[in-house]
């Protein structure tokens, strides 16, 4: 197994892609730490952690606050006494246009996405510069490479994520550290489905459009979680400052 006696901190890990992650990072053997602001739900993916023949610990927190990071990362290293690999994935995509796009929509997209992974990048850092090794990988999206519509917001978290996954590759290389990002596609999560709604589509009607790829499909939460693992495992160990899209060939036209 590639993460025995690792230990990984994925965000947002209660739903959706990070759920997914978080189960793909146990059954590789690996402790694993995941926040969320759903404490049935923690409960529910601890168990899945456990099934998986891993070890869990459940933080509740929100990536927005400095201190919810500062203690998810102290509670992490006070469990398990380490932090090898560190996935931000926490975000939001609430679809709007520039004009109508709120501020709080706006903060609460750049917050989540952007700023969550910085703060949590900030507290965990120390302790991999310490032991001059680890792994941060980053959930950007199709769209940080690209617009899309009605997402200006969602776009700008999304692209300056990739940005600072750059940054962070060059600063923190030298101090054996790898920083990249991955960049879904149309995934099936609950996010999907909620854009659908506040898009006024059928979901059948989400899923015709998000089918227009060279696949001919939307992505599972597994596929991306596969990505994850393999870069933040040592099989990656000469990759670094990339952004990998994993969209079914969505932005290869």
Known sequence: MRFTDRVAVITGGTSGIGRATAAAFAGEGAAVAFTGRDQARGAEVLKEIEVAGGRGLFVAADVRSAEDCRRAVAETLSAFGRIDVLFNNAGV??????????????????DSSLKGAFLMSKFALPSMIERGSGAIVNNSSGWGLEGGDRAVAYCAAKGGLITMTKAMAIDHGPQGIRVN???????????ERADAERRGWSWEHYLEVAAERPLGRMGEPEEVAALVLFLASDEASFIT?????????GLAG
Do not use: H, K, R, S
């Open 241 to 249: 400052g990339t952004a990998i899209p994993v969209d079914g060939g």
């Open 181 to 191: 990002a991955v960049c879904p596609g149309d995934t099936m999560t609950q996010m």
């Open 93 to 110: 995509y609430l679809a709007n246009d520039a004009v109508a796009c709120t501020e709080e929509e706006w903060d609460e997209q750049i």
